[in-house]
């Protein structure tokens, strides 16, 4: 047989980075499989597009989010993780060990399986929108880890959406802004009624109804965006100095074809302040399984979890050494635990 991985980690962002740290650590000697670019994203997830970082511990100064996930990845590796920058595209977790399948054609075998692929953001589709995101032009999908940043600060800010995370957004950057619209394509809002008027009474907030966005002006850095009324067809433009897109995430578990318990948003379903999936020996972390918080920082704590209960799991099959853990008087369970 082929050789077989004690930990196999699929993913490149915090989630994934934390658990190769504890898992090397442990002498797992796990590998991560980090992806391949597609469009906007890059391996290390959606801080690859995020230029400064204040709310992560421990950098005083902030941090761009490539600086952050390359020191994330160089801690892991100097604790033994190996990395392959590759893509997998289906697994087979009916069979022991797990067997990955790789985009050119490889296959890896898995003891324990940490899946952290995280969740992309929704993007209008328009090119300078992308670009501008790439480039930290004002364009950003996470008001609550952006907006306070001077770039935003003081500024007339949009966020385009009608949910709940919309609202929220925008509620958000009220506090750092001097302005914020929030523009809707329809006659009514898709959130709670409760957030829906925290938003509408708020004196900051203003919601263009009937609205959608067609372009977003600026070269350097956001100046406007051109709008369209979706009832009239009439065209204008607004000027903003930040625009937040808050049109929902996808999570990115399209490669797990069934074969874990998804919630109905795609989510990896695990139990309460647990990492375990549907399937014993296969964890979650970061936001493929977090669809509330979508913070690094929440993502590395929750690899750091996987990491300790696929150790503990590979400890009950007498490899390695059961992690002390706290909780150590309650087993991990292979399969989650009813909500």
């Known amino acids: 047989m082929a050789n077989v991985a004690n930990v196999v980690i699929i993913g490149s962002g915090p989630a994934a980075w934390t658990a190769a740290l504890y898992a090397g650590r442990a002498e797992l000697s796990p590998l991560v499989v980090e992806g391949e670019p597609e469009g906007i994203m890059l391996p290390g997830g959606q801080l690859m597009i995020t230029t400064e970082v204040e709310n992560y511990p421990g950098f005083p100064e902030g941090i761009t989010g490539p600086q952050l996930m390359e020191r994330m990845k160089e801690q892991a590796l100097r604790f033994g993780a190996e990395a392959r920058m590759e893509m997998i595209e289906r697994v087979k977790l009916s069979e022991r060990p797990f067997r990955l399948f790789t985009r050119g054609g490889d296959e890896i075998l898995a003891r324990t399986l940490i899946v952290a692929t995280g969740a992309n953001a929704k993007w209008l589709g328009l090119p300078n929108e992308e670009r501008l995101a790439q480039t930290g032009g004002g364009v950003s999908a996470c008001a609550v880890c952006d907006a306070a940043l001077p770039i935003f600060r003081g500024q007339v800010l949009a966020v385009v959406g009608g949910g709940d995370s919309a609202m929220e957004e925008a509620l958000y950057a009220s506090k750092f802004a001097s302005k914020v619209y929030v523009i809707h394509r329809r006659d009514e809002l898709r959130a709670s009624r409760i957030m829906a008027e925290r938003a509408l009474n708020h004196d900051k907030i203003e919601v263009l109804w009937n609205t959608r966005v067609t372009d977003v002006l600026g070269y350097e850095q956001i100046e406007g965006l051109r709008l369209e009324d979706t009832e009239t067809g009439e065209s204008r433009e607004l000027e903003v100095g930040g625009l937040f897109v808050a049109v929902g995430h996808e999570p990115n578990t399209g490669f797990l074809t069934g074969q874990l318990d998804l919630t109905p948003h795609g989510y990896i379903r695990t139990g309460s302040w647990r990492t375990a999936a549907s399937v014993g020996g296969v964890f979650a972390a970061g936001d493929v399984m977090d ?26 099959e007498g490899i390695g050494e059961s992690p002390v853990l706290e909780t150590a008087d309650a087993p991990v369970s292979a399969q989650p635990e009813e909500s």
């Open 291 to 316: 669809d509330y918080y979508r913070q690094a920082v929440t993502a590395a704590g929750t690899g750091c979890m996987a990491a300790l209960e696929a150790e503990r799991y590979l400890s009950h």
